[in-house]
């Protein structure tokens, strides 16, 4: 039975004995980034009482009681900082863009 062989990297082009073995080496160098993990105690439990009990379902919404749209702010210009990140995420998309821009919306910007 055939021995199995180690699987070669033929995106990069060879020019000499020990190529592979540099460009192995150079890759393991780099650090990746790393997704956190989000721990059982950090996700709100379904069950669990509304951390705002005074607010109405509807608030935010152009029906029904509680405030309306109004209160989202201005519908205006946006913020430039947003409008760079989704420039940046309309040539590159990348999910640490994409986090930004959801911490923007949290922020109310």
Known sequence: MPR????RIQDAPS????DEA????????VP???QPMVGPDEV??????????NEPLTAGL?????????ALGPAGEPDPVRRMLQSMLVVAPNNDVMRLIDM???QGR
């Open 62 to 70: 152009p029906v029904g009681p509680g405030v309306g749209p109004e």
């Open 4 to 7: 199995a062989r180690k699987p």
């Open 32 to 34: 990746m980034g790393t």
């Open 15 to 18: 020019t000499g004995y020990g």
């Open 22 to 29: 540099a460009l192995v080496e150079s890759i393991t160098q």
């Open 44 to 53: 709100t439990n379904v069950s669990a009482p509304s951390e705002r009990p």
């Open 104 to 106: 923007l919306d949290i």
